[in-house]
């Protein structure tokens, strides 16, 4: 009876966990959508209300709840009627999904927070590329900032520093050194800086084996997506979408598949 009670009251507790961070994401995703759109266009990131981009209104509550704003309004303005970008809600649900998985994996930990320090300033980076092709290095310094914090809880501090360095490192090296090259067989520029810059970001929140596995995963979703906006719009695509949903993978998948893979030969 008693364990039937305390059962009941830990899977309700779950729930209730599950949710704050299914909020928390998409408050956060509905925020780094925000963010990226002026980082792109280069206003300030805090200051000033948000505003309809159409008709410069103020937003109230109800427009900014994450979501559900977005299915109650239908998709358009309050007040002038213009479509609201459904990459609003894809954000959104982007963001409480990431939440929700990390959770899920990790518990509430200092590293499930971390990953998704990392995953948000990656969304953010994605949204700006393909809005303007460029990756800010502000984000790239915001990310290595809150590695550094992230490292500082660890015990002990210099080899967790060190790890994620060799990360860092293990992401961004292979990529640039093959980089070198195309620019030198094709005689142009292949790949800008940003992308082997937001490599290095990534790979600091993870493992050398792991990195390596974020370059592959980023690198077959990066072609994923540039084959599927060929054929859709017949324009390149930027790669740090790919490095993003790369990570994402990586914080999820990763452990388990790197676990598998090695107990296939030891
Ligand atoms: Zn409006």
Request: charged share 10%; net charge positive; aromatic share 10%.
């Amino acid at each position: 009876m008693l364990l039937q009670a305390l059962q009941t009251c830990s899977s309700a507790l779950t729930a209730y966990i599950l949710c704050i961070a299914a909020l928390f994401g998409a408050a956060m995703g509905s925020f780094v959508n925000c963010a990226s759109a002026r980082l792109g266009s280069g206003e300030s990131v805090l200051k000033g209300r948000s505003h309809c981009p159409a008709c410069g209104h103020v937003l109230g509550a109800i427009d900014l709840i994450p979501v559900a704003g977005y299915l109650l309004l239908r998709g358009r303005c309050r007040y002038c009627g213009a479509r609201i970008a459904p990459r609003c809600l894809v954000t959104e649900l982007l963001g409480a999904a990431a939440c929700v998985s990390l959770v899920l994996c990790y518990g509430v930990t200092l590293q499930a927070a971390a990953y998704a320090a990392m995953l948000f300033m990656l969304l953010a980076a994605a949204l700006v590329d393909l809005d303007t092709g460029l990756i800010p290095d502000r984000l790239i310094l915001m990310g290595i900032g809150a590695f550094l914090v992230y490292a500082l809880f660890q015990k002990p501090v210099l080899p967790a520093l060190l790890r994620g360095l060799l990360g860092g490192f293990a992401a961004s090296v292979p990529l640039l050194l093959f980089v070198l090259l195309a620019d030198r067989l094709m005689g142009r520029e292949t790949m800008g800086g940003g992308d082997i810059k937001l490599f290095f970001m990534a790979g600091l929140y993870f493992d050398w084996q792991r990195a390596i596995l974020l370059l592959i995963f980023s690198c077959l979703c990066g072609i994923a997506f540039a084959v599927y906006a060929k054929k859709k719009r017949g324009a390149e695509f930027p790669f740090g979408p790919g490095i993003a949903a790369g990570a994402f993978a990586t914080a999820l998948f990763g452990a388990p598949l790197l676990n598998w893979y090695l107990g296939l030969f030891f």
